[in-house]
């Protein structure tokens, strides 16, 4: 179980409120495992074996200090997960977890109709199992391109009803989850979001899968806790993906915290998913992080794919080609059968001519 310690207190009543933990533990059997500073205020607790998990955790409820215990055993939608069987999800032919990873593809932002449906058979082809592309951006810049909108939600659908590849799209704000959600197969909270706890309530409660990426510079603690609030509004279905981090050396633009994935799958039974792209924001580097994320164990894959990456309207400088993407994923499917995993494939070809 996993509990969180309140936000409030100072650093010595922290530790005296570790001691009392501790002291339970000892008790009881159990084991405290620090997170560490990085898990912030959340506190893993591997319990005796044969221990009944709710009754333990309402002993710990009682303890001063304590804001909350999540367990595996009792809602169903809490994110804590430590011994309880992995979640495998399925979104039409993408299935993570469960001895399968999947690979989401297509471009930073949507662009054009024919050429996204282009992409998308090419895509599909190589082995993806869902479409990407952003009609809402974030942007840095407010005079960079903001995305097409709408118009880019309905290009999205419209290529996912010919192609059978489910649309994955980032939902910017809490007044437009209702329409993102009629559109997308799965809705995507960008890393600036992670945060935005009025959109993940409102995401949360749409009814659609959430792909919830890692904030810029959220601890592992922070990013659960954020996963936490979609499960709190009802969702059931939570990939997190991992997305680099920010870091000291511009050379690569983001630290991809590839370590990320070991160790939320220690604490959560949700499938985690590894973006390679941002997480690198360099195309040459790309296809050796996709085949290190299958290795480290990630149970999806996000990758942007442009079909002429230099004229990529945004992100252009991490966007790779149809052909390098078929042939990451190729290596990124022999790592997984290394590693007795699989990589889920679209049924064969029904490209009309
Ligand atoms: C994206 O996936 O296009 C995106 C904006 O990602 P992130 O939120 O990780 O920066
Ligand atoms: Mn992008």
């Known amino acids: 179980m996993i509990v969180l310690l309140q936000s409030t207190l100072a650093e010595s009543e922290q530790r005296a409120l570790a001691g009392r933990l501790e002291a339970w533990a000892s008790d009881h059997g159990a084991r405290l495992v620090g997170f560490g500073p990085g898990w912030g205020k959340c506190v893993e607790v591997d319990l005796a074996a044969g221990a009944e998990e709710e009754a333990c955790a309402s002993q710990v409820r009682q303890i001063d200090g304590i804001e909350a215990v999540l367990t595996a055993s009792r809602p169903t939608h809490h994110v804590a997960g430590a011994g309880r069987e992995p979640q495998r999800i399925e979104v039409g032919p993408a299935r993570f977890g469960g001895g399968f990873a999947s690979a989401i593809a297509g471009p930073c932002s949507v662009e054009e109709h024919d050429s996204l449906l282009a992409l998308a058979w090419q895509l599909r082809r190589a082995g993806a199992t869902a479409l990407r592309g952003g009609a809402f951006k974030p942007r840095t810049s407010p005079y960079s391109f903001q995305g097409l909108g709408r118009p880019g939600l309905e290009i999205l659908r419209s290529v996912s009803d010919q ?31 992670m945060m935005n706890y009025a959109l993940l309530s409102e995401a949360g409660g ?107 309207v945004s992100d252009a400088s991490q966007a790779l080609s149809p052909e390098v993407f078929a042939t990451a994923l190729e290596r990124a499917s022999k790592v997984l059968e290394a590693c007795d995993r699989r990589l889920a494939r679209p049924a064969a070809e029904t490209q009309p001519v």
């Open 163 to 193: 192609t059978g590849l489910p649309v994955v799209t980032e939902v910017l704000d809490p007044r437009a989850v209702e329409l993102v959600a009629e559109f997308a197969d799965v809705l995507q909270i960008g890393s600036r979001n």
């Open 206 to 312: 749409a009814g659609r899968p959430v792909l919830l990426k890692r904030g810029m510079s959220a601890t592992l603690g922070e990013f659960l806790l954020a996963a936490e609030y979609l499960a709190h509004a009802g969702c059931s279905r939570i990939l997190l993906c991992e997305r680099g981090l920010r870091h000291f050396d511009p050379t690569v633009r983001n630290l991809l915290d590839l370590a990320a994935v070991p160790a939320l799958k220690r604490v959560t039974h949700l499938p985690v998913v590894v973006d390679p792209s941002h997480g690198t924001g360099s195309a040459a580097l790309v296809p050796a992080m996709l085949a290190a994320a299958a290795a480290a164990g990630a149970d999806g894959f996000l990758v942007e794919v442009h079909p002429d990456p230099r004229h990529s």
